[in-house]
């Protein structure tokens, strides 16, 4: 037990020390380089904090827009991961699924997400939905991609072995194949989670519309230019998305840790 | 006498250009164990996807008298998210054995391999050896009466191959499977068969044949027989001619 948290403590000293060495930075920056009627374009880190967690305006703001901004990137990774999921599991059973599929997967990857953000909102409105289509969009290659890389990964001998007893396709998926993909699947829903929170900021910036989420308050902390308050909710966006990327690689090592090389810790 | 259990009339084999096995002609008696050594790249296992089916010969016949064939791969081929006990259990599961079937044989093929205290352990916590021995009970469980092996223990370091030999030769002795073992160790071939083929290079075609005529259990300090050194070195003699 005393050993576990002495590891913790050594694993957690180093990212703390880069944290007092930026906030440092931040302050030499705030006091030192900028002259007093500049200050605003970087206030100090304590009212930064000030701003944005102490005053409860402000605070009620960011966690209702954290809550939304939450909800819509996590229905939205669903969505993609269900859809990916399956994407990848057609792919991998025939050469021409994979070869009809692959260019669409792309797509999504490189298509300017911007540029596509209106027009989902002409189609969809701009609530709720239409925020949801963008995060399913901009999170769902790195599940197809790397599902599909699991999927592809067993070796010809492990098929081989079933292919000996006669298994059927359902077996060979069941038994081997999605198996096997799961240590890569996780993988790629660590990168997408991430994705995820991206979108749904995105979306809700773009939208400005419906129930604000975190976009729409950096949004208008941007145009109001509060940039306390701006940076405060920028840093829980940032929070947000360590602790989903966290998430996922706390449950992949718990799911696949204790047989996968790749996740054992 | 019986048929033999598995016989290869003037097979040959090629992918695309290139001719793998060429006119091979051999057969394998009941109980009896087969060594086939050849330097790598030599078509060996092909002979042995060939036996089994995996693939199809270009021209010649095979025969094969029995439906219960056995194959261990180069590599262990386990799965790593299931233990030993459900790795070993995987291939009766294929099979649709019975679940009380299934338990009470793999008990007892855990104990035949010495894995029954590493039933829960997942394959990454296994030795090189291990695994391989799980690859086998794995196969065993099925009582195969024709067992096909792969080279199973060449990425072994040579001790832990020495006494998997002993083991599959003891194993061998209790229940007297129809062997083929491919193998480019001419000791491991020697030690284990009681008859060896040897193949030349490519395109694989059979060079030499040898009689082994050690009776079994054999124990493991034959090899420092004179008979058994006469033998390698003719076999290896055969083998690195023009090849």
């Given at each position: 037990?005393e050993k576990m948290y002495i590891t913790y403590l050594k694993n957690s000293i180093p990212p703390l020390l880069v944290l007092?060495?930026?906030?440092?930075?931040?302050?030499?920056?705030?006091?030192?380089?900028?002259?007093?009627?500049?200050?605003?374009?970087?206030?100090?880190?304590?009212?930064?904090?000030?701003?944005?967690?102490?005053?409860?305006?402000?605070?009620?703001?960011?966690?209702?827009?954290?809550?939304?901004?939450?909800?819509?990137?996590?229905?939205?990774?669903?969505?993609?991961?269900?859809?990916?999921?399956?994407?990848?599991?057609?792919?991998?059973?025939?050469?021409?699924?994979?070869?009809?599929?692959?260019?669409?997967?792309?797509?999504?990857?490189?298509?300017?997400?911007?540029?596509?953000?209106?027009?989902?909102?002409?189609?969809?409105?701009?609530?709720?939905?239409?925020?949801?289509?963008?995060?399913?969009?901009?999170?769902?290659?790195?599940?197809?991609?790397?599902?599909?890389?699991?999927?592809?990964?067993?070796?010809?001998?492990?098929?081989?072995?079933?292919?000996?007893?006669?298994?059927?396709?359902?077996?060979?998926?069941?038994?081997?194949?999605?198996?096997?993909?799961?240590?890569?699947?996780?993988?790629?829903?660590?990168?997408?989670?991430?994705?995820?929170?991206?979108?749904?900021?995105?979306?809700?910036?773009?939208?400005?519309?419906?129930?604000?989420?975190?976009?729409?308050?950096?949004?208008?902390?941007?145009?109001?230019?509060?940039?306390?308050?701006?940076?405060?909710?920028?840093?829980?966006?940032?929070?947000?998305?360590i602790?989903?990327f966290w998430?996922?690689s706390y449950?992949?090592r718990?799911?696949?840790?204790?047989?996968?090389?790749?996740?054992?810790s | 006498?019986?048929?033999?259990?598995?016989?290869?009339?003037?097979?040959?084999?090629?992918?695309?250009?290139?001719?793998?096995?060429?006119?091979?002609?051999?057969?394998?008696?009941?109980?009896?164990?087969?060594?086939?050594?050849?330097?790598?790249?030599?078509?060996?296992?092909?002979?042995?996807?060939?036996?089994?089916?995996?693939?199809?010969?270009?021209?010649?016949?095979?025969?094969?008298?029995?439906?219960?064939?056995?194959?261990?791969?180069?590599?262990?081929?386990?799965?790593?998210?299931?233990?030993?006990?459900?790795?070993?259990?995987?291939?009766?599961?294929?099979?649709?054995?019975?679940?009380?079937?299934?338990?009470?044989?793999?008990?007892?093929?855990?104990?035949?391999?010495?894995?029954?205290?590493?039933?829960?352990?997942?394959?990454?916590?296994?030795?090189?050896?291990?695994?391989?021995?799980?690859?086998?009970?794995?196969?065993?469980?099925?009582?195969?009466?024709?067992?096909?092996?792969?080279?199973?223990?060449?990425?072994?370091?040579?001790?832990?191959?020495?006494?998997?030999?002993?083991?599959?030769?003891?194993?061998?002795?209790?229940?007297?499977?129809?062997?083929?073992?491919?193998?480019?160790?001419?000791?491991?071939?020697?030690?284990?068969?009681?008859?060896?083929?040897?193949?030349?290079?490519?395109?694989?075609?059979?060079?030499?044949?040898?009689?082994?005529?050690?009776?079994?259990?054999?124990?493991?300090?034959?090899?420092?027989?004179?008979?058994?050194?006469?033998?390698?070195?003719?076999?290896?003699?055969?083998?690195?001619?023009?090849?």
């Amino acid at each position: 037990m005393e050993k576990m948290y002495i590891t913790y403590l050594k694993n957690s000293i180093p990212p703390l020390l880069v944290l007092i060495f930026v906030v440092c930075i931040h302050y030499t920056i705030t006091y030192v380089v900028l002259e007093p009627t500049r200050r605003f374009l970087l206030p100090p880190p304590h009212s930064i904090i000030y701003e944005g967690f102490f005053v409860p305006k402000h605070r009620d703001e960011i966690i209702r827009g954290l809550l939304i901004t939450t909800k819509v990137s996590l229905i939205g990774l669903s969505i993609a991961y269900i859809i990916g999921f399956i994407t990848a599991l057609l792919m991998s059973q025939a050469k021409w699924i994979e070869r009809s599929l692959y260019p669409w997967a792309v797509f999504t990857q490189t298509v300017p997400i911007l540029a596509l953000v209106p027009i989902i909102g002409f189609w969809f409105g701009f609530d709720i939905l239409a925020r949801i289509i963008v995060v399913v969009i901009i999170s769902i290659f790195p599940i197809i991609i790397n599902t599909l890389t699991g999927l592809r990964g067993a070796s010809s001998n492990l098929h081989d072995l079933l292919t000996l007893h006669n298994a059927t396709r359902w077996t060979r998926a069941t038994k081997l194949m999605i198996p096997y993909s799961l240590p890569d699947m996780f993988t790629g829903l660590r990168t997408s989670a991430g994705l995820a929170i991206i979108g749904s900021i995105v979306g809700d910036f773009f939208f400005g519309r419906g129930s604000p989420g975190l976009g729409m308050l950096l949004k208008a902390y941007g145009q109001r230019l509060r940039t306390e308050e701006l940076l405060s909710a920028t840093l829980v966006s940032c929070l947000l998305g360590i602790t989903v990327f966290w998430c996922f690689s706390y449950m992949g090592r718990k799911l696949v840790g204790h047989w996968s090389e790749s996740w054992s810790s | 006498m019986a048929d033999p259990v598995l016989t290869f009339s003037n097979v040959s084999k090629s992918f695309k250009e290139i001719r793998a096995l060429e006119e091979v002609n051999f057969s394998i008696n009941q109980g009896e164990f087969l060594a086939l050594i050849g330097p790598s790249g030599c078509g060996k296992s092909t002979v042995l996807r060939l036996a089994s089916g995996l693939d199809k010969q270009t021209t010649g016949e095979i025969d094969i008298l029995t439906k219960k064939v056995g194959y261990v791969f180069q590599d262990p081929t386990l799965f790593p998210w299931r233990t030993v006990r459900k790795n070993v259990e995987l291939l009766a599961e294929l099979e649709n054995y019975d679940k009380e079937t299934i338990y009470k044989k793999t008990e007892e093929i855990l104990s035949l391999v010495g894995l029954t205290e590493f039933e829960n352990h997942y394959p990454i916590a296994l030795s090189g050896g291990m695994k391989m021995r799980a690859s086998l009970a794995r196969s065993l469980l099925l009582d195969p009466e024709l067992f096909l092996f792969d080279e199973p223990f060449g990425a072994l370091d040579l001790i832990t191959r020495g006494r998997l030999n002993l083991e599959l030769m003891q194993l061998y002795v209790k229940k007297k499977f129809t062997s083929m073992f491919v193998t480019h160790s001419v000791e491991e071939g020697i030690f284990l068969s009681s008859r060896v083929i040897v193949f030349s290079g490519r395109p694989g075609k059979i060079k030499g044949e040898f009689k082994i005529p050690f009776e079994y259990p054999r124990d493991p300090k034959i090899k420092f027989s004179s008979a058994f050194g006469k033998l390698s070195l003719e076999i290896s003699k055969v083998l690195e001619e023009n090849s």
